[in-house]
């Protein structure tokens, strides 16, 4: 591999990112307060490595990506700034430790909303605004926003597309993949607009109304309140946040589809319809389990019930009531949706709804040639035959998600974390979700656990984000080598 070229872009990268400090500077500008300065020391240093990287690696310019490459600058590249975006907690004073800048850095990016902070009303509004900024960011990605910006990266950005963006077959909608990554930021951010627009009808202040729709977009989940939404205990702005949700568990290019004028685009798209049917069963089921138990009023119950199911299932994270307190089929139901996720496409994490449907098709297919040994059954979406690659890459994903799931839980207890913390914290953070149950529940959150356990955790929330091949594939010798 060309490692210098590598560094070169994960150098652009960096710079780029640092460009973007400009933005909550401006809002502690506007605030008078104390955020000004660690945020301007952050973009100096990130500006100026970025700088230092890319000057080092110059006229490495190519015309072309090998799929290693690709893996490699989104692996680096996310890394790096997740690296540089803790910088403002750490100089501002926000955390301690280094540790827990990083946990909060990476935990934004990756849209995961795991938090380590335990005040968070008091953190001055630049830095809570560049907390909410970096998740809106990592939504869509890093690398397909430099990619529909970067016109440099564009050529042979197929490789940087196909690592990054959270589908077994990634969903090219123009014929460049340039502008396929303008159209979905251009969608991404029309969609962004109108939740600002309705969040501030109903008389969330500006400051609030964009923060959150930073972190609803992206299904991060970070809010600028300790209670999260619950701090405005308004049914408006939760059916508002319910309904955006949903819109971004589904796959952009749907809405790209439905915006050009294709009207039936959701209904006709099957994952879809998986996943719209999933979110209306497991809300029925867990409204009707707390009504009588935890909610005596049955809007209330569905109020809460389908918010804390497409908050988690979506993989955003948000909460309006302590879930932990519910009967314990919901509990079970909201531990499931950590698992499930959003479709394909979309800025939600999880096993997504896709890979979903087509494990179940191919137990059915195994169970059909049990009883029919000689038929020749192919396993079809949407009406179109799925190939066996992608087959065994959908196999493959699901095992090491789960295997990697159970070692990464185990490693977790190890340290000395109760059993119930431990499966979630774990499932938590490769879901990219943010709350679990126990020391990180949704009225708690990650600062009790131990360092060690805070870098597992972010190598978790990296698995998450990244679809865990484009990370784990670091670790295997034979991509080192010639």
Not at 98 to 116: D, H, L, Q, R
Not at 411 to 439: K, Q, R, Y
């Amino acid at each position: 591999m060309r490692w210098r070229f590598i560094l070169n872009m994960v150098g652009v990268l960096t710079f780029f990112l640092g460009l973007t400090m400009i933005l909550p500077i401006l809002v502690g500008l506007y605030f008078s307060d104390s955020s000004v300065g660690p945020l301007f020391k952050s973009l100096v240093i990130t500006v100026l490595a970025g700088a230092f990287m890319c000057v080092c690696s110059r006229n490495q310019k190519t015309e072309h990506i090998s799929q290693r490459e690709g893996m490699a600058i989104v692996a680096f590249g996310w890394m790096a700034v997740g690296l540089f975006s803790a910088f403002p907690f750490y100089f501002g004073g926000v955390f301690d430790t280094f540790t827990n800048s990083i946990f909060e850095s990476v935990s934004g990016f990756t849209t995961t909303g795991a938090s380590v902070l335990i005040n968070i009303e008091a953190v001055p509004k630049g830095i809570l605004f560049w907390r909410s900024l970096i998740q809106w960011l990592g939504g869509m990605g890093i690398i397909v926003l430099s990619i529909a910006i970067l016109p440099f990266i564009g050529v042979g950005g197929m490789q940087l597309y196909k690592a990054e963006v959270p589908s077994p077959v990634p969903d090219k909608l123009k014929p460049r993949i340039s502008d396929t990554a303008k159209v979905l930021w251009k969608v991404y951010g029309l969609i962004s607009l109108a939740e600002l627009i309705l969040l501030m009808m109903g008389g969330m202040s500006f400051f609030d109304s964009l923060c959150h729709t930073f972190t609803t977009m992206p299904t991060g989940g970070f809010s600028t309140k300790n209670a999260s939404i619950a701090h405005f205990n308004s049914a408006y702005f939760d059916t508002v946040i319910f309904i955006f949700m949903l819109l971004a568990g589904i796959n952009f290019s749907l809405h790209f589809q439905f915006l050009k004028g294709n009207t039936l685009a959701f209904w006709r798209d099957s994952e879809c319809r998986f996943f719209l049917l999933l979110v209306v069963i497991l809300s029925l089921i867990v409204s009707v389990d707390i009504f009588g138990s935890v909610y005596e009023d049955m809007g209330q119950a569905a109020q809460h019930g389908a918010f804390q199911v497409v908050s988690i299932i979506t993989t955003t994270g948000y909460v309006t009531a302590d879930y932990t307190k519910w009967p314990p089929m919901s509990q079970v139901i909201i531990f499931l949706c950590m698992f499930l996720g959003a479709s394909a496409g979309s800025t939600g994490g999880g096993m997504k709804c896709i890979r979903i449907i087509l494990c179940i098709k191919y137990c059915y297919k195994e169970m059909f040639t049990m009883v029919h040994p000689r038929a020749v059954k192919s396993i079809k979406i949407g009406g179109k035959s799925v190939s066996e690659d992608v087959i065994r890459s959908v196999l493959g994903f699901l095992a090491l998600y789960i295997g990697l799931f159970a070692v990464c839980s185990v490693l977790l207890a190890g340290m000395g974390v109760d059993f119930l913390t431990s499966i979630t914290a774990v499932a938590s953070s490769i879901g990219n979700i943010g709350p679990g149950f126990g020391m990180v529940g949704p009225v708690e959150n990650y600062a009790q656990l131990p360092q060690a356990g805070k870098w597992l955790l972010v190598w978790c929330m990296l698995l998450g984000r990244l679809e865990i091949y484009t990370v784990i594939i670091l670790l295997v010798p034979e991509f080192w080598r010639k």
